[in-house]
């Protein structure tokens, strides 16, 4: 795909069609592209060899509690075992929560007070415990325990995201061992069913207990991370946006018959003609902080029609031909507006029979700053036909007449407070690589918080060459260079966010 290394954003002779094919767009600040030169400094101090222990002893741990979302896995006695290294270790008994709407399912909250004077909002750092289901006879090793083997460790959640549920709460004792005050509240979340199931927890903290989630902004390592080539870091992502995934249910129905006897009202035709209307169909087009930031940067390494359209887009008003033109390009066309497509059909009960209902899916991808509800009614009015009904499916396969009212908030620009100290420590371990903000078309737990109006990036310092993605996968594995360096990173990024 050529176009995605177009929107590689600093130039390192890196081919980003290589390093993702799902990538929805990456955007670079221009200031966050530094050179090699730039960052010649020295390695930052590394965890001492007990912290070490500590780190790989939680990490095992959380690997071998089984936290699917099935008969066989509680998110609950992973959080439990958390909390209980937390009592331990001395934090106060009012600053660590475990809470939840499920007795498997239950989060903990904990929070590393600032001393003295507080002006600043809390940081919360947002990690998710739950992993995706693995079968014994899949693998090569069994993945609830954690195999250490050829540089790597194995097992279920490796990857995603033990590893850095295991850095994050390391990162807390050692900082609350150091007698580390910060100058504003820290606060680390540990989740429920972010992978799946009915009891979302980052959904369910902010909007039962915001009191406890509440904070500037959220740093959420479940996405974001660097990208090795034979280990070579060649650039270091962080989600700084997302779009909002919502299903909607298409469906019409007729009293049927028989098909000897067909009749001009027929439910398959009904659903075709709304979904040729939504295969006509455009949403219009749009830009936010982070868009207009990439493009801006963009048009100025383009030549010819190619960066005089993306000129033309960023004019104000925006030359809608030019959009036109570029929206040729799938990648581009995300980028600038929602999307909806039909993505699964069902309809009718026998060959011979005129059929009573047709049903299809429509997946949209929803820009920041809409609401599943407005998109909603924007398919009922396209489709205008008062036949067919739209209703909103939600993660839980509950279908309902209407969608949420919740907007994802539009995104600021990336902030230096974030984006300084990010920078800098990652060039520190990985020096001369690219810092680049991208817009994510696929969904995290952050859309929670988004929608509540609590910016999130998404960063995991988790250096991973670009063919050994096994998230979700067979043998998810981490090598241990990548934990050490990560627990590292988290280390000093705690430390820069919460105030040396
Ligand atoms: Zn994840």
């Given at each position: 795909m050529q176009a995605e290394s177009k929107l590689e954003a600093c130039s390192t002779g890196y081919n980003a069609a290589m390093h993702r094919t799902f990538v929805f767009s990456r955007i670079a600040a221009p200031a966050l592209c530094v050179g090699t030169a730039a960052f010649a400094q020295s390695p930052l101090p590394t965890a001492s060899a007990a912290d070490r222990a500590e780190a790989r002893e939680i990490f095992k741990q959380l690997i071998e509690i089984n936290t699917t979302d099935?008969?066989?896995?509680?998110v609950t006695a992973a959080t439990e075992a958390m909390q209980k290294r937390f009592l331990d270790a001395g934090f106060p008994a009012e600053d660590v929560h475990l809470l939840g709407p499920d007795a498997r399912k239950e989060n903990l909250v904990v929070r590393l007070r600032a001393a003295g004077p507080v002006t600043k909002k809390p940081v919360l750092f947002l990690c998710h415990m739950d992993v995706v289901q693995a079968l014994r006879s899949d693998w090569?090793?069994?993945?609830f325990e954690f195999v250490e083997k050829d540089g790597y460790y194995y097992g279920r959640g490796t990857q995603d995201m033990k590893n850095s549920d295991a850095a994050m709460v390391s990162t807390f004792l050692r900082l609350h061992r150091a007698g580390y005050k910060p100058r504003r509240d820290l606060i680390l979340a540990l989740t429920a069913d972010e992978e799946g199931g009915k009891f979302n927890g980052a959904s369910w903290l902010v909007r039962e207990h915001r009191e406890l989630v509440d904070a500037a902004y959220v740093i959420n390592p479940d996405s974001g991370g660097v990208e090795l080539d034979h280990g070579r870091a060649v650039v270091a992502d962080v989600e700084a946006t997302e779009k909002v995934y919502s299903d909607f249910r298409v469906t019409a129905t007729n009293r049927g018959g028989h098909s000897?006897?067909?009749?001009?009202?027929n439910a398959i035709y009904e659903l075709t003609t709304a979904l040729e209307k939504l295969a006509a169909f455009t949403f219009p087009f749009e830009l936010n902080e982070v868009t207009r930031t990439y493009f801006t940067n963009l048009a100025g390494r383009e030549s010819g029609q190619t960066a005089a359209d993306i000129r033309a887009i960023l004019a104000t008003p925006p030359d809608l031909a030019a959009a036109a033109r570029l929206s040729a390009e799938p990648s581009f066309n995300s980028n600038f507006r929602t999307t909806c497509v039909a993505t699964r059909l069902t309809a009718g009960h026998a060959n011979n029979a005129l059929p009573q209902t047709a049903q299809a899916n429509v997946n949209c991808r929803i820009f920041p700053g809409h609401s599943p509800e407005e998109i909603r009614r924007q398919l009922v009015a396209l489709f205008a036909d008062t036949g067919l009904t739209v209703k909103y499916l939600a993660d839980t396969g509950e279908l309902a007449e209407t969608a949420p009212e919740r907007k994802a908030m539009t995104p600021p620009p990336p902030i230096a407070e974030v984006f300084e100290p990010l920078t800098r420590l990652t060039q520190a371990i990985w020096p001369g690589t690219p810092v680049t903000a991208e817009m994510e078309n696929g969904a995290s737990d952050s859309i929670y918080f988004a929608q509540a109006g609590i910016p999130s990036y998404g960063y995991s310092a988790i250096a991973l060459e670009r063919d050994d993605e096994r998230a979700h996968g067979r043998d998810e594995r981490l090598p241990v260079d990548s934990y050490w360096k990560s627990l590292d990173f988290f280390y000093a990024f705690t430390r820069a966010l919460g105030g040396e």
């Open positions: 099935s008969p066989q896995g509680s090569s090793t069994d993945p000897s006897l067909p009749r001009p009202d």
